[in-house]
């Protein structure tokens, strides 16, 4: 009956934090170590934080200055634009502006 409680606490520390106090102990140190390491490498912040910060704002920007599709005038579309209208006589190569010569 003596050893009953070392074999429950085999393997683990002689205090057992409770799941939610052992995640926010995690965070903190997480928060912590990134202090640390921001304050000995700026550039860091800079390409980590401020730059992708940056470059969501010019993007968001450019998206909101953009004209939406309400503005533009509606497309006509025509058979004619997908069909060639006057066929070409001898051989045609299409899509290029030269004729195959005949050996």
Known sequence: ???SPRI???????HMMHPKLLLANHFKAVII????YITRNWRSLFSQILL??????VAMTVALA???VDDLP????SPTQFTNVTLPTGNFIPFTDERMSTP
């Open 33 to 36: 170590k990134r202090f640390h």
């Open 74 to 77: 509606p497309l006509e579309l």
């Open 52 to 57: 992708p910060a940056i470059f969501v704002a």
């Open 66 to 68: 953009a004209p939406s």
């Open 1 to 3: 009956a003596s050893d």
């Open 8 to 14: 429950l606490l085999e393997g683990r520390g002689s």
